[in-house]
């Protein structure tokens, strides 16, 4: 397959991780990755207008091309505030 190449589409649910690897066509970008992927379709609830994704730890825009041997990220939202969470696991240290 000549102008294809490899990469991957992972997702972090709370009960498992996901990564499908893929041969896209040159030109391809993030969002038609994920697309391909069927990440979508397996977890509805992920929300591209919500969730952040990122190309290696790195959050991009949808509209970013990828190279071979990306992996795409498809972060879920937070559920707390880092800081606040440290915040909260040292009063629970002092008690």
């Known amino acids: 397959m000549d102008n294809y190449f490899a ?3 992972a ?3 709370p009960n498992e991780q996901t990564i499908i690897s893929l041969e896209i066509p040159q030109n391809t970008t993030v969002l038609k990755a994920i697309q391909l992927s069927k990440l979508l379709e397996k977890f509805p ?3 591209l207008a919500k969730n952040k994704v990122g190309i290696f730890g790195k ?3 949808l ?3 990828l190279n ?3 992996r795409v990220e498809i ?3 937070l559920l707390i505030d880092p800081k606040q969470k440290r915040l909260l696991k040292a009063k629970l240290n002092k008690i």
């Open 7 to 9: 990469v991957e589409v």
């Open 63 to 65: 509209e970013t091309m």
């Open 68 to 70: 071979p041997g990306d």
């Open 59 to 61: 959050i991009v825009p």
């Open 11 to 13: 997702y972090l649910s």
């Open 75 to 77: 972060y879920r939202p």
């Open 45 to 47: 609830e992920i929300d």
